[in-house]
């Protein structure tokens, strides 16, 4: 029983793939602001319901939970014991939607930027990170 209502919950954070304002995010988010960055949360207008969106960069930046995004060789990314298919299943779903999201995102122009849940936890290093890629990121061409 426990174990239905696990699944049951889990799902129900399924339903958007990880909750709003995960921890994850707000380093993320803290971080871009202390480097100066501006942003817009969360808008449901672009492909995905993008987390982050940096406007004048043309930018996009996703935090992906190592779980449920699937970290390819992360040890978080775990498969759980029991009810196998049904996991396997969930998890080529959020991976094939990822994909599908940041091509049309991409498509439509954006940069997209994927930062993983294990790549937040030191804030010197998420900083390097950030900044590497968003130097990576096309000069603003958008008309706002
Ligand atoms: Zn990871």
Redesign the pocket.
């Known amino acids: 029983m426990a174990d239905i209502l696990d699944t049951i919950q889990r799902s129900a954070l399924m339903s958007r793939i990880g909750p709003v304002n995960s921890k994850p995010e707000l380093m993320v988010r803290r971080c871009l602001h202390r480097m100066g960055y501006r942003y817009a949360l969360h808008d449901s207008k672009l492909a995905g319901t993008p987390d982050i969106v940096l406007r004048r960069h043309s930018a996009i930046v996703f935090v992906h939970g ?1 779980f449920w995004h699937r ?1 390819a060789g ?1 040890k ?2 775990t498969m759980p014991k029991t009810r196998r298919a049904f996991w396997e299943a969930k998890f080529v779903a959020n991976v094939r939607r990822d994909r599908r999201v940041h091509r049309k995102l991409r498509a439509d122009g954006w940069h997209v930027i994927v930062v ?3 790549q937040t936890r030191h804030q010197e290093k998420l900083t390097q990170l950030l900044s590497r890629r968003l130097a990576a990121a096309p000069p603003p061409v958008r008309k706002q």
């Open positions: 190592c970290h992360c978080r990314s993983w849940e294990c």
